[in-house]
């Protein structure tokens, strides 16, 4: 064998699995720096939300929107461009993305207001919706051993998680030294080392590998609509402005997106998601957990903004500091996972990991007011629990799909995440504009304004961590199911992945 056939990128390119994760570590990095990118704009800009406010005029609802704009791209998206991907070619759909990432981020310099950043946060969900997919499908797709799977979504799940912990903290300490815009700058450079790594590390795909039925735009398009009706319903339906008519039809139009998207995929000849890969059991409580998951962790990194900053006065600095916990746990608890999961098994390591981060929220929700050591002990059981719950979520539903789905499969993972996210911003960001009169970057507190905002945030936390504890539910009861699945089964012809179940040492 000479030696070029026995690097990474011909592996890649015959087909052969690397033994090893160092032998892909290019790659690896590449793939790594997209999941950055996408965790740092969920949470950078959380710390830097009053600076925002008071330099922009911001109203409450424009502010909701800057956090949340992204998210409603991000989730909206990302069906139709998983799809594209599974038949484009997920290296070619992920290099576009990037390229608008850097432009859109380059952009953030010529921002004078708010709809202006709130533009820029669309486009960076759109670069988000094109790159993310794919990239946890190419890391599944690099490796046939179910172990080095399982860790190399962990390297590349951990950059993500500690962009989404740090982001509050970086941004805090920027924020003290340097205006806002440099934060949305920074991904430019990790737009940059993408790029690199996937352009140099991962091989063109063998157009064997693609699906060859065209993408059902329509059914994708519905998809769309349906995603972002979820998401902007809240804010149409509560804030005073736009509570009249215009919000029940918001409403009526996101029912009906919503009928006409189901009709769709059990009509079309090639859905852009087949019901029928849903109902499989590690398909659907993967996304349940992963769904609980982005709400809570959503839901919780916005709240937790809220109540240091308005509700407590901190300067972004201080506030920053007061999130380190989080950064503490999630960048220790990275050799944990894998044993963890061989010890507890796939299906447990799920639920055991998707309550921890519930009952986080459950707490700041019921007693942040109370003190400091509350969202303390909030931040570090989300922390935990998320650490874990990326990982075995995603593992299960990529497993539980045909290798030619691979790339739907993962923008669905997402897309739970996103949407619940999304959800969780949307529903906590109304609720503060509904029991607090005015503007919250402008307008003075008074103590009954203050006891009114302290009375949002347990609201919000408390109902927001309701509705995660159902998703965990479901999830156990999906999980249970296909744990208690006859062994002897026959396969599923449509699969070309071998399922993991969800007690390793019975396989």
């Not at 997920?90 to 981020?105: E, K, P, Q, T």
């Not at 790029?195 to 060859?212: Q, S, W």
Request: proline share 5%; with cysteine; net charge positive.
């Amino acid at each position: 064998m000479s030696p070029s056939s026995s690097s990474p990128r011909s592996r890649l390119r015959t087909g052969g699995a690397p033994p090893r994760l160092s032998d892909s570590w290019i790659a690896l990095a590449g793939l790594s720096a997209v999941f950055l990118f996408e965790m740092l704009d969920t949470s950078v800009l959380n710390v830097a939300l009053p600076t925002i406010g008071r330099e922009l005029g911001s109203t409450t609802t424009g502010l909701q929107w800057v956090s949340g704009a992204y998210a409603v791209a991000f989730g909206g998206l990302m069906l139709l461009f998983g799809a594209v991907a599974d038949r484009l070619g997920r290296r070619r759909v992920m290099l576009a993305g990037l390229a608008l990432l850097a432009v859109a981020s380059l952009a953030t310099m010529a921002i004078t207001t708010t709809e202006q950043l709130i533009i820029v946060r669309v486009l960076t969900g759109v670069a988000a919706a094109m790159t993310t997919p794919g990239s946890m499908a190419l890391a599944f797709r690099l490796f046939d051993d179910e172990g080095l799977r399982v860790r190399a979504l962990t390297v590349i799940s951990t950059a993500g998680l500690v962009g989404l912990a740090v982001g509050p903290t970086v941004g805090g300490f920027v924020l003290a030294v340097a205006p806002w815009q440099v934060l949305l700058l920074a991904d430019v450079p990790i737009a940059v080392l993408a790029f690199v790594g996937i352009r140099c590390g991962v091989a063109r795909e063998d157009t064997a590998g693609l699906r060859p039925d065209p993408v059902d735009v329509g059914g994708a398009l519905l998809g769309t609509a349906t995603v972002t009706g979820l998401l902007v319903t809240p804010t149409v339906l509560i804030t005073p402005a736009t509570a009249s008519s215009w919000g029940w039809v918001v409403v009526a139009l996101t029912v009906a997106f919503g009928v006409a998207f189901v009709a769709r995929l059990r009509t079309a000849r090639y859905p852009v998601v087949d019901l029928h890969l849903l109902a499989r059991p590690l398909v659907s409580s993967g996304l349940a957990f992963k769904a609980a998951s982005g709400l809570a962790v959503a839901g919780l990194s916005y709240l937790v903004t809220l109540q240091l900053q308005f509700a407590w006065g901190w300067p972004p600095a201080l506030a920053a500091v007061g999130t380190l916990p989080q950064v503490v746990v999630l960048l220790a608890g990275g050799r944990l996972v894998g044993p963890f999961v061989a010890r507890v098994g796939l299906g447990r390591a799920a639920w055991i990991s998707a309550a921890s981060v519930v009952s986080g929220l459950t707490v700041f929700g019921a007693l942040s007011r109370h003190g400091y050591v509350w969202v303390l002990v909030a931040l570090v059981l989300v922390a935990a629990g998320m650490r874990v719950v990326g990982v075995v979520a995603g593992a299960s539903v990529l497993t539980g799909l045909p290798a030619d789905r691979t790339s739907v499969g993962a923008a669905l993972v997402d897309t739970s995440s996103e949407l619940a996210g999304g959800a969780a911003v949307a529903v906590a960001g109304t609720l503060v504009a509904a029991f607090v009169t005015g503007s919250i970057t402008t307008t003075a507190w008074t103590a009954p304004r203050l006891a009114a905002f302290e009375d949002a945030l347990t609201v919000a936390g408390l109902g927001l961590a309701a509705v995660a504890t159902v998703l965990v539910v479901v999830g156990m009861l999906r999980a249970r199911t296909a744990d208690l699945a006859p062994r002897t089964a026959a396969p599923d012809p449509s699969t070309t992945l071998t399922p993991i179940t969800p007690e390793p040492s019975r396989a």
